[in-house]
């Protein structure tokens, strides 16, 4: 009876999106920022370009050096994080050894303040640290659970791997489209690309896809347009 439980609970934790939600946002990140960057970058340049050579180079310069930065950048963050969450663990083991009474006493306060009496807080306090006193206070004092804990070389490989995918739709929109007007075809097709990954992104995060594509897609047109600004307004004829 007992493992048919176990087995319905996992089944409905599957259901919840919360599980994706490290990977998801490098993911996303990484593709929303190669399809913009580089978008960006090639429209200033083709802005004062008369040939496709400067805009397919600094396009391919910018997809290279995309994915190494986005990799390492969020390998560094990501590690950063699992430091200090690492060193407040360890901190907590020791305060458990040292003043266990006091230790039990914050994890009953924590239950008060969500709601429980006094002697339930007691009493749930009292069990949880019997059972797993530093895992108690990991999820309840610090609020790391397995969920929020992030993998670095997974969020590096999901950064670096998704500003890939993304950098090469602008980088094949230098390559085909005409030189002539190149600048709006390439704002045509990153605003349908963007598109594409504001729907992806809200099924897999099972958010709303209105709502994500109209917050991608606005501030995408945004730095577009301040990007062509600066390639009109230096004005330099790129052959």
């Avoid at 749930?124 to 530093?134: F, P």
């Avoid at 594409?196 to 945004?222: E, F, N």
């Amino acid at each position: 009876m007992k493992e048919n439980k176990d087995i319905t609970l996992e089944n409905h934790l599957d259901n919840h999106f919360i599980n994706r939600t490290n990977w998801l946002r490098a993911a996303v990140l990484g593709a929303n920022d190669a399809i913009i960057s580089l978008s960006s970058l090639a429209i200033g340049v083709a802005a004062a370009s008369t040939t496709r050579e400067p805009i397919l180079l600094a396009t391919t310069a910018g997809l290279v050096a995309g994915v190494i930065s986005m990799a390492a950048g969020e390998y560094v963050s990501v590690s950063s994080q699992t430091d200090i969450e690492t060193a407040d663990i360890e901190r907590e083991r020791q305060e458990l050894q040292e003043m266990p009474a006091e230790e039990l006493e914050m994890l009953t306060q924590i239950y008060q303040k969500r709601g429980l009496k006094r002697e339930i807080a007691m009493t749930v306090a009292r069990e949880l640290t019997e059972k797993d006193a530093l895992a108690a206070h990991i999820r309840d004092e610090l609020g790391i659970t397995e969920t929020s804990q992030a993998n670095p070389m997974q969020a590096a490989f999901a950064s670096g791997a998704a500003f890939s995918c993304g950098g090469i739709m602008p980088l094949l929109v230098t390559l085909f489209a005409p030189v002539e007007g190149m600048e709006y075809w390439l704002y045509g097709f990153t605003i349908l690309f963007l598109i594409i990954l504001g729907v992806i992104s809200a099924k897999t995060g099972g958010s709303s896809v209105p709502k994500a594509i109209v917050r991608i897609t606005i501030w995408g047109t945004v730095a577009m347009i301040l990007s062509a600004l600066v390639g009109y307004l230096f004005g330099v004829n790129v052959s």
